[in-house]
Structures are given as structure tokens and as C-alpha cells.
């Protein structure tokens, strides 16, 4: 439904911002953007937007929008939400008012209903007659959302929308992305740079380094390939070199669990087959949108370690041997 | 009580002159501005000319000081008005001066609103009016007001000395009595009057100001 290929931005005509940008995404799925600051995600998002003029192809239902005129554009536009990071909402117009502008715009009928569903579809119907400014901060985004889905588009795009909420509005927040995805087959690109909000609602993610896609695939693919590299960018103190653990003279392993196999007893059966102790160092297991995702470091010892290691290799995501 | 009838018709012409003229910088300066802010965003070619040519006419009048600026434009008094004494002549110096202050601090003023509020325009497929109409202006309504403020008030000040070339009001008065007959007290009276309208001003804009900022 979306496929962007070869796309290029520069804001001086010198320097690209972005580099040979190509990625896909199907209908329904939810694509978050990931990178860390100055990556060039707002650009990415505004160049797909044709809010900036990019080079390349941006395909939308085989359309090429960065051929069309403005005219045709700005009819397309219709088709696309947008909630900015800022909300952007016009502090003079109440809730109601705001979240009305694209169909007074689109000169649509039926304004009323249509309002009042989306309102009570995002939760706001206590507060649809305050103004922006009397709002707190997830409210606002939330008529931000509310904007952006109105018009029933195809495809909705959110800048960093739980960047300036605390923990639990976030979690509120996804969770109501979640369910206008799931409700309405809308197709979301979210662009983030928290790692939680990839984990929470992702289906496929977009990693973007200098301006350069450095991943686009699966989530949990993503979480498996890129852990250490992801543990120095993002989280910088909860890395360690266990390598370096001076035990006694046991082999170190990590295992990945993805799907099926995090809630299985797999470990243990392994372990007691081969007589091997194992001692946790680390241990951790997170729900990715479609399943959970879990990670374990270990010291095992026993005569049949090799044996054990290739049998569990089988039954788990991914096997590293840390130290031998 | 001659004075006193003196007084208040030359607070009426300084009244008149401040206000008249301000709503004639109002009505053009404030396209004018948008102009400007419209051309200075935009990445046309065409826009960045009448940018400019706008941008030096402005820049033109804005350095002419204004008793100069009152004898430069006595002949085009002359066409409009017919005559260049009194307040009516007034006006149309007053207005040509503060068209293009009202121009700038319009543009100015448009300038603050956030980049983002023009990117929000352009994905709700808003056109120029409709961004005009329903973001640039609503959000930058109280910022209007306080330039309009900032306007009559300069305005006030500006009718005194057009008051010394004759244009009558408070500062005719001024210059009359207080410096050609030495008589201070009227010169005191005069003073406090101009204070008081300016007081005026400043309280009623503020108020308005006020109410129509939503905090
Ligand atoms: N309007 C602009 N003009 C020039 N350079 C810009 C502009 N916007 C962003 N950039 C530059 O592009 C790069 C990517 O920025 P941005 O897309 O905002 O990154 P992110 O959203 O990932 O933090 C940065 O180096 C930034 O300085
Ligand atoms: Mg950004």
C-alpha cells in the first residue's frame, strides 16, 4: 500500500539528510521509525508527508505522490492523517472544533456524527468543549489523533506522540494507536526514539542511522541482530561485557526466546538431559506486539556442555556463546 | 470657558486624527503584512521578487522622518483632501507613515507563529485564505491586538507633530499657547490630556487583549 524506493533529501542541495531510503509497508501494518536524535526521522516524515520536495519514488496505492501537482496533491492529502509531535492544535477552537477542521475543509456532511464518534472513540467527551490550552498533555494528543483520523484516511502518520507524556499516558496513548489500527485497518507509521513504543505496537521497524535505513524488517528479528549495537545507542548503562565475568571456569551463553518457546521449559529439560548446572546472570522477558521476547545469560557447566548447547540451539530464537 | 471649548475640540481633532488614521494603517497594513509574511515563506521565485520590491518601498518610508514625510506628500494632501491645513490633511500623512510601521509588525508578528502550524496547513490541504483565515490570523489574534495598541498610541504622538504644521489638534494647541504665548498652564492641561488618551489606549487594548487570549 505504501512503498517509498530510492528516497533522497537535502535541505541545501548539498547535504543529504536522507540516503537511498527504500521500504514497504502492507495495509494494517504499523511501521515505527527508530533512531536517535538528528537520524533524520522528522525529515523522513516530512519528505513521505511531500511536506519537503525528496528525490525517489514515494508509491501510495501505486500512485507516485511526489509526481502529482499541488492541486492533485493537496485532494490526496485527504487520504493521509498527520499528528505532529507538538499537536499543533489551534489554541481559538475547542476540542470539537479542532478535531471538525478536516471535514469543514473537505466540505464533507454529517460533520456532527462523524466528530462525535472519533471524540468518543479517543475518550475525550468530558472535554469536548474546553480549548488546547486547558488540556493536559496527552489529551492533546489525543485530539491530535483524533484530527489525523477524522477523515477516515488510509494511512496515519505520528511524529513521536508519547515523547512528551509520562510512562502511563503513554501506555494509554499506544493503546488507543492499537485499537484505531486494529478497528479501522489503518496503516501507521510512528516515528519514536523509544525502544518501548517499537516493543508495544510495532509489526516491522525502520532503523535509521545518519540518514541511512541501518534495519528494516521484523521486530523481534531487529531486537536479536542489533542488541548490542542498540544497548550502546539506547541504553547505554545496562551494558556489560559478561565475556569478561571472571567465573569459575564455566562456558557463558545467551539465548533468545521469541514466540513459542519463551513460555516452554526447554531449559530445564535440556539441562537435566545433559547434566549440565546452569547459573542465570541475566535474565529478562519483554512482550513485543505479537509475542514475547525473552533473553537469558548463562553460566553452565557439566561434561556434555557442546552436546547441550547444539541440542538447545534447536529449540530456542538464537544461541551465542559468550566464552568458551 | 473660551479655553475650555478650545480644549476639547482640539481632543476631539487629536482623537479623530489618531483613530481615523489608525484604521486606514489597519486596513492596509495588515495585508500588507501578510503579503510580506506570505512572500518571505514562500519558496517561489516570483514570491522572493515581490518580497523584495515590497521590502524596499517599506524600508523607504519607514527612514523618511515623519515632519519630512509631511511635506513630501503635501501635494498628493492637496488631490485628496483639497486643502493641507487641519485634521482631515492630517490623516493622509499619519496614514502613509503608519501603514508600513503596521506592515512590519504584522509581519513580524506572523513571522513567531510556528513553523509546524504551516506544515498542519498543508497536510489538512488548506490553501492560502483558508490559512489565512482559519490559523495565521485566530493565532496570532492577540499579538494583532497589542500591534493596533502600539499603533494608535505612536499615532497619538505622531498627531503633535503634525499639530506644529498645522494639522490643529492637542499639539497645535501645545505649540499655540504654551510656546508662542507662554502659557504654561495650558501646556500643562494639554499634556495630561494626551497622557490620558494614551492611558486610554493602553488600558482598553490590554483589556481586550485579555479576553480574547485563551490561557
Ligand atoms: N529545515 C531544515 N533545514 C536544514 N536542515 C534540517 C532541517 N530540518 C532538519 N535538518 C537537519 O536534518 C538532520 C535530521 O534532522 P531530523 O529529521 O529533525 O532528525 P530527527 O527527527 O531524527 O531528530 C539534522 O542534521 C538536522 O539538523
Ligand atoms: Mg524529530
Do not use: W
Not at chain 1, 501494518?29 to 525517489?56: F, M, T, Y
Not at chain 1, 471538525?100 to 468518543?120: G, H, R
Not at chain 1, 477516515?152 to 506522540?161: A, R, V
Amino acid at each position: 500500500m505504501l512503498e517509498v524506493k530510492n528516497l533522497n533529501l537535502t535541505y541545501d542541495g548539498k547535504n543529504y539528510v536522507l540516503k537511498d531510503i527504500s521500504f514497504k509497508l502492507e495495509k494494517g501494518e504499523i511501521l515505527g521509525i527508530i533512531g536517535l536524535s538528528g537520524a533524520g526521522k522528522s525529515s523522513l516524515l516530512k519528505a513521505l508527508n511531500l511536506l519537503e520536495k525528496p528525490q525517489g519514488e514515494i508509491l501510495f496505492n501505486n500512485i507516485d505522490l511526489t509526481q502529482l501537482s499541488r492541486k492533485e496533491l493537496r485532494k490526496f492529502r485527504k487520504k493521509i492523517g498527520v499528528a505532529f509531535q507538538h499537536y499543533n492544535l489551534l489554541s481559538r477552537k475547542t476540542v470539537f472544533e479542532n478535531i471538525s477542521l478536516p471535514l469543514i475543509l473537505n466540505k464533507e456532511n454529517e460533520i456532527e456524527k462523524k466528530v462525535s464518534n472519533v471524540i468518543k472513540k479517543v475518550g475525550l467527551e468530558h472535554r469536548k468543549n474546553a480549548f488546547p490550552a486547558h488540556l493536559s498533555g496527552g489529551e492533546k494528543q489525543r485530539v491530535s489523533i483524533a484530527r489525523a483520523i477524522v477523515s477516515n484516511p488510509d494511512i496515519l502518520f505520528l511524529d513521536e506522540p508519547t515523547s512528551a507524556l509520562d510512562p502511563k499516558t503513554t501506555e494509554k496513548i499506544l493503546e488507543l494507536i492499537l485499537k484505531i489500527n486494529q478497528d479501522m485497518k489503518i496503516s501507521t507509521i510512528i516515528v519514536t526514539h523509544e525502544m518501548d513504543v517499537i516493543k508495544r505496537i510495532c509489526d516491522k521497524i525502520l532503523y535509521l542511522k545518519n540518514g541511512k535505513v541501518h534495519y528494516f524488517g521484523e521486530v523481534y528479528r531487529f531486537f536479536s541482530e542489533f542488541e548490542k549495537e542498540l544497548n550502546e545507542e539506547f541504553y547505554r548503562d545496562i551494558n556489560y561485557n559478561y565475556g569478561k565475568l571472571k567465573l569459575k571456569n564455566g562456558k557463558i551463553i545467551k539465548v533468545i526466546f521469541y514466540g513459542e518457546s519463551v513460555g516452554k521449559p526447554v531449559l530445564n529439560k535440556i539441562s537435566k538431559k545433559y547434566d549440565i548446572t546452569f547459573n542465570i546472570l541475566y535474565g529478562k522477558i519483554e512482550d513485543l506486539k505479537n509475542a514475547p521476547f525473552g533473553k537469558l545469560i548463562l553460566e553452565i557447566e557439566g561434561e556434555k556442555t557442546n552436546e547441550f548447547i547444539n541440542d538447545l540451539k534447536e529449540h530456542v530464537y538464537a544461541l551465542e556463546v559468550l566464552r568458551l | 470657558m473660551n479655553i475650555l471649548n478650545e480644549l476639547i475640540k482640539a481632543t476631539l481633532e487629536t482623537v479623530y486624527m489618531t483613530f481615523f488614521s489608525g484604521f486606514l494603517s489597519v486596513i492596509f497594513g495588515i495585508p500588507l503584512g501578510i503579503i510580506l509574511y506570505l512572500t518571505s515563506i514562500s519558496q517561489l521565485k516570483i514570491s522572493k521578487v515581490i518580497y523584495r520590491i515590497f521590502d524596499v518601498i517599506i524600508n523607504i518610508f519607514r527612514s523618511i522622518p515623519f515632519i519630512i514625510l509631511i511635506v513630501l506628500v503635501i501635494p498628493l494632501t492637496k488631490l485628496i483632501v483639497g486643502t493641507i491645513i487641519g485634521p482631515k490633511s492630517a490623516i493622509v500623512s499619519l496614514t502613509i507613515a503608519a501603514i508600513p510601521f503596521m506592515a512590519r509588525l504584522s509581519e513580524s508578528t506572523f513571522k513567531s507563529l510556528p513553523k509546524e502550524m504551516i506544515d498542519t496547513a498543508h497536510t489538512l490541504g488548506m490553501n492560502n485564505f483558508e490559512f489565512i483565515a482559519k490559523i495565521l490570523i485566530p493565532e496570532t489574534l492577540p499579538k494583532i491586538v497589542a500591534n493596533i495598541t502600539l499603533l494608535l498610541i505612536n499615532l497619538v504622538t505622531y498627531t503633535a507633530i503634525a499639530g506644529a504644521v498645522g494639522a490643529g489638534g492637542l499639539g497645535a494647541m501645545a505649540i499655540n499657547y504654551g510656546y508662542q504665548r507662554f502659557r504654561l498652564d495650558i501646556l500643562m492641561y494639554d499634556l495630561i490630556i494626551l497622557i490620558l488618551i494614551t492611558q486610554i489606549i493602553q488600558f482598553v487594548g490590554m483589556k481586550i487583549e485579555k479576553i480574547i487570549d485563551i490561557k
